[in-house]
């Protein structure tokens, strides 16, 4: 409707009546990826809030595992470098985190190539949040506490 100027005043009093408070803030990466979920569904869309707000969720996630990565490998024996001739005990989990990723790569490739981006963005939400966080990650902090020199180094590199 903003597309004529006279239906402004309209369309906000409108918005004003729908969200009394102000539209809730969800940041700039959970829009894009809200986007991208949206991006097969046809030419008009209805913007669903708790659909971002999901995607914050998700953001705030991965902002999470990408700490926790960076305090379990900064400055540490990672399996590269110097000591990339040091042996590394992959586990079960290391393995079979690798497989999820290398078929999810492969899931999100198909995806782009077809501009399928809302499958793209379902593959790679599936990936980071069922497989990496709730079942990697975990596993993987049982690794670093208890685990051999070379499978901590191991699952460092991974």
Request: charged share 25%.
């Amino acid at each position: 409707g903003l597309r004529k100027p006279e239906t402004a005043p309209k369309v906000e009093e409108a918005t004003k009546k729908l969200f009394p408070e102000g539209i809730p803030s969800m940041g700039a990466d959970a829009l894009r990826f809200t986007m991208a979920s949206y991006a097969s569904l046809g030419r008009s869309v209805n913007f669903d809030f708790k659909r971002a707000e999901g995607y914050r969720n998700f953001c705030n996630k991965i902002w999470n595992a990408t700490n926790f990565v960076l305090m379990n490998t900064e400055n540490q024996d990672c399996g590269y470098g110097v000591t990339a001739t040091e042996p590394r005990g992959y586990s079960f989990p290391d393995m079979w985190i690798i497989g999820r990723l290398n078929q999810t790569i492969e899931q999100v490739t198909q995806a782009y190539e077809t501009y399928r981006f809302d499958l793209a963005a379902e593959t790679l939400y599936s990936f980071v949040w069922n497989d990496y966080c709730d079942w990697y990650l975990e596993l993987a902090k049982v690794q670093l506490q208890t685990g051999c020199a070379s499978r901590q180094r191991a699952t460092r590199h991974t």
